[in-house]
């Protein structure tokens, strides 16, 4: 029952490798799917802040000090309060919704290029931004539309980027996977695999340069952590001790080929080993394991000690883009993660098993969520498309 | 005034942008203490200390990535990658980062750095450390591309370029490294996209850049002394922004025109600037554009073999001698 989800969805001929870590994972890991007198009285302990300056104040402060794990290891997992739950729920579903419009939207010809969707993903953004502070910065690959959203970038100017039009984030000349909000702290939005992990390691050198506290996160994936230009950025990372969380979303498959038939070791938490930078395996499907372990780490770099990789285990629903029909895995493998582990549905099930939220409330918040993503695509659908003048604007100054 | 090496040129160069503005740091491989492979930065370490002034892994990509990455949080990195041959190493930066990122933003991210390089052939270094690749950079918009030949250049172009807010790609000639010329005292500031009339001359245009200039100018010299052909030279200086307004003047009076280019044949920066010639000025001209370049081979190692190879004098007062009296 306490298995993780990733020896689920795992076939047998792959098993034998995985098993050493699920053994390990699982002396270290609670109960997350019922309520245990433990864990409800977690949830009493946690106290929200008062008047939170935004809106994941409250959850930050909320967060106990999670006892520092072993290097390597797996991060505690922390009961979230109703507060932190109800933002995580919405954030996600937010995502979830976004992403299921803009398929559709793919789908019906509106959005043109690549789309990549983040659908199943969603706990890993979301929890790392509840770990993170205004000033911080985030990231990523070309996967990046949850990313966006959970920093708080506008949906219409997101989905508006993904159809075109003027009103998008670069106006239409960066598309699906180049986004970009300085305001926000998001530098990207990238095409090229693995780049965002050298760029991030040099905000981070920025960060140390100015002296501020300031913490990068730069996402990439299990494919991207086969980059040469990963262990480049790692060693000078760890060298000149810059604030930086590599953030790797194994998802599962490098585009289409499983992680165990693309890595020669698959233990992604352990691929700052030989740079000396501590990482850890966290259960990317479950939002408040993300967040503790995010928390964790990003105090580490917040406090001078230099890099420190996160192993986010997800998985993605859809294909690698809207083009890829994921031939390359079975319809069960997929459907067993769905129903025995969505991220959004942990959540939900908690909320209403500890009666934090009545089924009805969680309507109203799906009817919001709705309405938000309705509304940006009504805007990116409506919105004009670009001048033909942009073409030359933003070249050079 | 006074007489300084292009090598010293370069150090006097960052120095000055450092001085001056505190976002400007400096990093490479063996820059900081060992002063550079080329001894291009001795004593920037000891002047500005570890903070600023960064010795790096050997690891092109991140050294690019780090200083884009500062860049577009408003930083100035200068950075230095070893010989412009190692442009392919971390070609991705040079190519889909740095000049996209203006563009594929909106504006809003700006990526103002420098990245300085050890550029050409004439050490005998052999076909990986020798080349001469300029014209990478040139084709790719969305980046500004200049090659002093003078150390003065050196100094004027590296300043415009630190305050420039795009991406500028900095190539040095090695085999300009010992070369002296004079230099004003204080501070100096050139513009990016000026190209310098260094002989003038009436009856050909030859335009040069960084090694090939001094190598114009001594053809120049020998033409009119031994044929009576006033050459006018014009140091490109810099391949974008282009100063077509100055090249296309000088076609206009003297109506031939020949590149000396180090670049190998295809493609060579030459090429281009031919091309926009002709579109722009066929009627001004009295016979055919003239491209003088290194043929299209990997360039040798032997002394003998390489200088085959390079545009020389004789080749350039041979090839203009031929082209004007035909």
Redesign the interface.
């Known amino acids: 029952m306490l298995a993780i989800w990733v020896m689920g969805c795992l076939a047998a001929r792959e098993a034998l490798r995985e098993r050493s870590m699920a053994v390990a994972n699982r002396k270290t890991r609670p109960a997350k799917s019922s309520v245990s007198a433990k864990s409800a009285r977690r949830d009493v302990a946690a106290k929200p802040a008062a008047k939170p300056a935004d809106k994941h104040a409250a959850m930050r402060a909320a967060t106990p000090a999670a006892t520092p794990a072993a290097k390597g290891s797996v991060a505690p997992v922390l009961a979230f309060s109703r507060e932190q739950e109800l933002a995580a729920y919405r954030q996600m579903l937010l995502i979830r919704r976004f992403e299921e419009k803009a398929g559709q939207m793919y789908g019906m010809g509106l959005i043109g290029g690549f789309c990549h969707l983040y659908i199943g993903q969603e706990a890993v953004v979301v929890g790392m931004q509840m770990a993170i502070k205004a000033g911080d ?1 985030v ?1 990523t690959g070309y996967r990046d539309h949850g990313h966006m959203l959970a920093i708080g970038m506008d949906a219409k100017g997101v989905l508006a980027e993904l159809t075109g039009r003027r009103g998008g ?3 239409g ?2 598309g699906s996977m ?5 305001e926000k702290g998001f ?6 695999v693995g ?1 965002q ?11 140390r ?1 100015r002296g501020n506290d300031n913490v990068c996160l730069a996402y990439f994936g299990d494919g991207a952590a086969n980059q ?2 990963v262990y ?2 790692f ?2 990372a760890e ?2 001790k810059l604030p930086v969380v590599y953030v790797i979303e194994n998802n599962r498959y490098a585009m289409g080929t499983a992680v165990t038939r693309a890595s020669a070791q698959a233990d992604f938490s352990k691929r700052g080993v030989s740079f000396n930078i501590p990482g850890a395996k966290v259960d990317g499907m479950d939002v408040r394991a993300v967040m503790a372990a995010g928390d964790k780490a990003v105090r580490w770099c917040r406090e001078g000690n230099g890099p420190y990789i996160l192993e986010m285990m997800t998985y993605r629903y859809r294909g690698h883009s809207m083009s890829d029909p994921a031939k390359y895995r079975s319809r069960e493998e997929v459907e067993k993660v769905r129903t025995e582990h969505d991220p959004i549905e942990q959540v939900r099930a908690r909320l209403l098993a500890r009666k934090m939220a009545s089924e009805d409330e969680l309507r109203k918040i799906d009817g919001d969520i709705r309405k938000v993503v309705n509304e940006a695509a009504e805007f990116a659908t409506d919105n004009k498309e670009p001048d033909p003048s942009e073409l030359w ?5 | 005034m006074a007489e300084l090496t292009y090598r010293d040129a370069v150090t006097r160069a960052i120095a000055q942008e450092m001085s001056r503005d505190p976002d400007v ?1 400096f990093f490479g491989e063996d820059v900081a203490k060992p002063g550079g492979v080329f001894k291009t930065t001795v004593g920037l370490y000891e002047q500005f200390g570890p ?1 600023r002034v ?1 010795d ?2 050997i ?4 050294i ?12 100035k990195p200068i950075a230095e990658i070893m010989f412009s041959d190692f442009f392919a190493v971390c070609f ?2 040079i190519a ?2 740095f000049p ?1 990122s ?8 700006k990526c103002p750095l420098v990245v300085r390089t050890a550029n050409g052939a004439g050490s005998r270094f052999g076909a990986q450390h020798s080349q001469s690749v300029e014209n990478w950079a040139m084709m790719i ?2 980046l ?1 591309v200049v090659a002093p030949s003078t150390p003065r250049d050196v100094i004027g172009l590296m300043a415009a370029a630190v305050r420039d ?2 991406p500028v790609i900095f190539f040095e000639h090695k085999s300009l490294y010992a070369t002296k010329g004079e230099v004003p005292d204080g501070e100096i500031v050139d513009t990016l996209g000026s190209a310098k009339i260094v002989r003038p001359g009436k009856d050909a245009t030859i335009l040069a850049l960084a090694l090939m200039v001094p190598r114009a100018l001594d053809a120049a010299t020998r033409l009119k002394r031994e044929h009576d052909i006033d050459c006018e030279v014009i140091d490109v200086r810099s391949l974008v922004p282009l100063d077509t307004r100055a090249i296309l003047g000088s076609v206009a009076r003297t109506h031939r025109v020949f590149t000396v280019e180090e670049n190998p044949r295809l493609c060579g920066w030459g090429a281009e600037i031919v091309s926009i010639i002709a579109d722009e000025a066929f009627y001004d001209l009295d016979g055919p554009p003239v491209r003088i370049t290194t043929p299209h081979i990997p360039l040798p190692a032997a002394d003998t073999l390489e200088d085959l190879v390079l545009p020389t004098p004789d080749r350039i007062v041979e090839t203009v001698r031929r082209s004007l009296s035909a």
């Not at chain 1, 604007?393 to 100054?397: C, L, S």
């Not at chain 2, 690019?64 to 930083?75: E, I």
């Open positions: 910065q990231i984030y670069s106006k000349k960066g180049h986004m970009f909000s300085v530098f990207g939005g990238h095409g090229i780049a992990v050298s760029l991030g390691t040099g905000i981070a050198f920025a960060n340069y040469g230009q480049e950025s060693n000078m060298l000149w604007t933003d070249v050079v100054r | 740091i903070r960064r790096t892994p690891s092109e990509q991140a690019l990535g780090a200083a884009m990455g500062a860049a577009m949080t408003g930083l991705d930066y889909n980062e996209k203006r563009y594929m933003s909106n504006g809003q991210l918009p969305g500004k807010p795009d």
